[in-house]
């Protein structure tokens, strides 16, 4: 730990008996800081650092830059150190105020670790009453994070999970401050690539919070181009607004050589400039790991005074200042921050609320089939787009169904007949293509089949030579227009099933988005694969079966008591018989150029007798053909009757019926009732997860909760 693993074994002078501070830790914090920072301590003390990005100090740099001698320096406390040997895990410092003294290790572990492992390492915690016995802890603490495990073959160079440290007394400032491991630049014999980008990880997760003051530490042994540390912070910080250069080891360098002097100018801020500048420190030296930290402040002091770094301002070298330093950056940086914290853990709160509350699956699933779409949860990642694809607009699930169902009524008009005959009276076309045809099928359909009205009685003609009887000439059998019609119509069944097929899979994906929306994972799994799936199967193929039993009456002779069909046939008649009057009229009359007119003006005579012989000579004497315009005119009559009466059993009795309506009530409250105590059990028994997600999810609720009330207490009290 520090710029080091393992303890040395020395006892140092200044290691205190008791949990005891010097007055200048104390310059930390003023009371009106501390009034302030105790509104975070209190609401890292609930536990909501876990949930939310609390304001705290992370010291950072390259590997032996000097970072946990500054951490030593500033907190007073005499970690054990070891010149040869890294920081190999984050450790976070957590100074408290308390009515009396205490230091407790704790280790919290990597999520990623295996559960059974995660709950081995969060029972580990050790309380001690004096700094002597902080090494021995330590070492129980890296043990159970398999850093120095002897029995390993190839133990862990480095690990994810967090030291914490948390000491309390009456005169400790209120204060967290974090080490993470250096940044390390090549593979050596004990540290591999994955050791190296394992490091830089680390380093990225605590500095990119944006609530963190970043005390980027380079060391003046080594270039400070070269220094990976530099490059992380302008990453994430690129104004250098909550970054501290701070320049370790000055005493290194050679007195009047070029590197002091670069390195002086970078503690003047003119090389790399961050707003929140830069600050010197001498560290101990090899040969002063016994000094005291009084010590240890009193040879910083003497070699600043003497060397080139004397003309900074005062308030940019030196442990003290230093202090006094943070404090003041920490306070302004928390008052900036308090009003974003507490939006962002009201935030957290709702999020964590509605996570825990599975129970508004049937009131939700009820409003959507209803077309109520008043709730928040409609309004959820609002899509102004109508698209089938989309979530937000599937959980509209009854606007889904209607323009569903629309389309499928446009699709039978426009692809349903297996003829489109073009006749010369437009008005008695049986349902022209039109620009829209098939724009809600997701499959590919034929087309209607063109043919011209000779077509059309010849195919008629046909029908009555295979379907002749002992009916007089002129006239037909019945049931050639029954034969007429079930071939016009045979495209029916087939768009009716896709219609089916896909409005189920919208109701399905509805009620998987709901699901996921409002329930676990483990809780969705087992609501789908109990009481969903099946139930939805079921209503779906009852909806086929509904839908063969239309069909059976659309394939049975045709049965009507609608006068629109006698209304179609007279019509058909009308227009005809209008057409050939007309003619015998047109061609009945003469056009005679006006006596003594200059102009083309002519005059109209109608020979009235001659365009009554022409209409009752037009009469077609072909007996057959007579008999298909008959026919032919029954079936455009018989067709566009069953064609609504069709349509309109398709999207009430089939889909309606069948697969929308009830949609909720596949697991309603009364479903939840009937089922026996084995169901409920087998539903409600939490996996291991989903119970320490459900514990989790409570606890943070409460945990926010508390965190609330303390901030409505400080932004109502303090003006910011």
């Known amino acids: 730990m520090g710029d080091s693993e393992h303890l040395d074994k020395r006892h140092s002078t200044a290691c205190v008996e008791e949990l005891n501070i010097t007055p200048s830790l104390e310059n930390l914090q003023t009371d009106e800081q501390r009034r302030v920072l105790d509104t975070i301590a209190q609401v890292r003390k609930c536990g909501l650092d876990s949930i939310l990005s609390l304001p705290q100090l992370v010291v950072c740099g390259d590997q032996s830059a000097g970072k946990s001698s500054v951490l030593e320096a500033l907190t007073e406390i005499p970690f054990p150190r070891n010149d040869n040997l890294c920081t190999r895990f984050a450790t976070e410092i957590i100074l408290r105020r308390a009515t009396v003294n205490s230091l407790t290790i704790k280790v919290i572990p990597d999520p990623k670790r295996p559960t059974p492992e995660q709950e081995s390492i969060k029972s580990f915690q050790e309380s001690i009453t004096d700094f002597d016995k902080l090494p021995v802890t330590m070492d129980a603490a890296m043990a159970i994070m398999g850093l120095n495990d002897s029995s390993i073959s190839n133990p862990k160079a480095f690990a994810r999970d967090v030291l914490s440290v948390e000491i309390e007394g009456p005169s400790r400032p209120q204060l967290?401050?974090?080490?993470?491991?250096?940044?390390?630049q090549t593979e050596t014999k004990g540290v591999t690539k994955a050791d190296i980008d394992l490091v830089a990880q680390i380093t990225d997760q605590y500095i990119s919070q944006s609530r963190t003051i970043c005390l980027a530490v380079v060391s003046a042994t080594h270039d400070y181009a070269n220094q990976k540390i530099l490059t992380k912070v302008r990453e994430v910080d690129p104004e250098g607004e909550r970054t501290l250069g701070i320049i370790t080891k000055p005493d290194r360098l050679p007195r009047g050589s070029g590197s002091e002097k670069a390195f002086f100018a970078l503690a003047r801020n003119e090389d790399v400039f961050l707003k929140l500048g830069w600050h010197v420190l001498k560290n101990r030296s090899f040969e002063e790991t016994t000094d005291s930290l009084m010590e240890r402040n009193i040879s910083e002091t003497s070699y600043i005074r003497?060397?080139?770094?004397?003309?900074?301002?005062?308030?940019?070298?030196?442990?003290?200042?230093l202090r006094l330093r943070l404090s003041s950056l920490l306070f302004e940086h928390v008052k900036q921050e308090l009003p974003n914290l507490q939006e962002d853990l009201g935030k957290a709160l709702n999020d964590a609320k509605k996570q825990l509350d599975v129970l508004n699956y049937y009131e939700i699933c009820k409003a959507a089939v209803g077309g109520h779409y008043e709730g928040d949860y409609f309004h959820r990642d609002a899509d102004q787009t109508f698209s089938l694809t989309s979530s937000a607009t599937i959980r509209?699930?009854?606007?889904?169904?209607?323009?569903?169902?629309?389309?499928?009524?446009?699709?039978?008009?426009?692809?349903?007949?297996?003829?489109?005959?073009?006749?010369?009276?437009?008005?008695?076309?049986?349902?022209?293509?039109?620009?829209?045809?098939?724009?809600?099928?997701?499959?590919?359909?034929?087309?209607?089949?063109?043919?011209?009205?000779?077509?059309?009685?010849?195919?008629?003609?046909?029908?009555i030579t295979r379907t002749r009887g002992k009916e007089l000439i002129r006239n037909f059998n019945p049931l050639l227009v029954s034969e007429l019609f079930w071939e016009q119509c045979s495209n029916w069944h087939q768009l009716a099933v896709d219609h089916a097929d896909q409005v189920a899979a919208i109701c399905r994906e509805f009620l998987n988005i709901l699901l996921t929306d409002e329930c676990s994972n483990d809780v969705r799994s087992c609501l789908w694969l109990t009481q969903i799936e099946d139930v939805f199967k079921a209503r779906h193929e009852a909806a086929l079966q509904e839908l063969d039993r239309i069909m059976?009456?659309?394939?049975?002779?045709?049965?009507?008591?609608?006068?629109?069909?006698?209304?179609?046939?007279?019509?058909?008649?009308?227009?005809?018989?209008?057409?050939?009057?007309?003619?015998?009229?047109?061609?009945?009359?003469?056009?005679?150029?006006?006596?003594?007119?200059?102009s083309d003006h002519v005059s109209a005579t109608v020979d009235v007798d001659d365009a009554v012989r022409r209409y009752t000579q037009e009469a077609d004497p072909d007996m057959e053909n007579f008999g298909c315009e008959e026919a032919l005119d029954c079936l455009f009559a018989i067709y566009k009757v069953s064609q609504k009466t069709f349509i309109a059993n398709v999207t009430t009795q089939m889909?309606?019926?069948?697969?929308?309506?009830?949609?909720?009530?596949?697991?309603?409250?009364?479903?939840v009732n009937r089922l026996s105590a084995?169901?409920?059990?087998?539903?409600?028994?939490?996996?291991?997860?989903?119970?320490?997600?459900?514990e989790f999810l409570e606890d943070r609720i409460e945990k926010l909760k508390q965190g609330q009330g303390i901030f409505r207490n400080v932004m109502g009290s303090t003006a910011f």
Not at 678 to 694: C, F, G, H, L, M
Request: charged share 25%.
């Open 678 to 694: 084995s169901e409920v059990e087998r539903i409600v028994s939490e996996p291991a997860s989903a119970k320490r997600q459900r």
């Open 306 to 321: 003497n060397s080139i770094f004397s003309s900074l301002p005062e308030e940019c070298w030196g442990i003290d200042s």
């Open 396 to 463: 509209r699930v009854r606007a889904v169904v209607q323009f569903m169902n629309t389309g499928f009524s446009d699709n039978i008009r426009a692809n349903g007949h297996k003829y489109h005959i073009s006749m010369k009276v437009k008005s008695a076309d049986m349902g022209q293509p039109t620009a829209s045809d098939g724009k809600h099928l997701n499959r590919t359909f034929k087309k209607p089949i063109r043919i011209s009205k000779d077509g059309a009685l010849e195919w008629v003609s046909g029908a």
């Open 655 to 671: 889909i309606e019926r069948h697969i929308v309506r009830g949609l909720e009530k596949i697991f309603s409250p009364v479903v």
């Open 176 to 184: 967290t401050l974090a080490d993470i491991p250096g940044l390390i």
């Open 552 to 598: 059976e009456d659309v394939r049975s002779y045709p049965i009507n008591y609608n006068h629109y069909y006698t209304d179609v046939i007279n019509k058909r008649r009308q227009e005809r018989q209008t057409k050939n009057l007309a003619d015998c009229v047109k061609d009945a009359t003469t056009h005679t150029l006006l006596p003594g007119c200059q």
